[in-house]
């Protein structure tokens, strides 16, 4: 079982930058996929970026590629999402997912960002 808390939400102006942070309980997370996704009011939840339990694998979707990076600290358990150029379209609650397989099984309780134009 793993259980996933995430943090770094808040309200930021248009333009500006966020990172959040999602912390991983359980030996095992370190060697789980992981990733973001978020969901707008009135919106399905979209993928953001995952990134591989070593690091190496990177994907981000096309709305925020070159804005957003993944990153994670396996000896910390944690994952990142470092988030810039934030536009009013970015604003939606921001969920952290493990895979331990193919799908993303364990979801934290998600963290909202509101971006003010």
């Known amino acids: 079982q793993v259980q996933l808390v995430e943090s770094g939400g808040g309200l930021v102006q248009a333009g500006g930058s966020l990172r959040l942070s999602c912390a991983a309980s359980g030996r095992t997370a370190s060697y789980y996929r992981m990733g973001w996704f978020r969901q707008a009011p009135g919106k399905e939840r979209e993928f953001v970026a995952s990134?591989?339990?070593?690091?190496?694998?990177?994907y981000s979707s096309d709305s925020v590629k070159g804005r957003f990076t993944i990153s994670r600290d396996n000896a910390r358990n944690t994952v990142a999402l470092q988030m810039t150029s934030l536009n009013s379209e970015d604003t939606a609650v921001y969920y952290c997912a493990a895979a331990p397989g193919r799908s993303f099984d364990y979801w934290g309780q998600g963290t909202q960002v509101t971006v003010s134009s």
């Open positions: 990134i591989s339990s070593g690091g190496v694998g990177r």
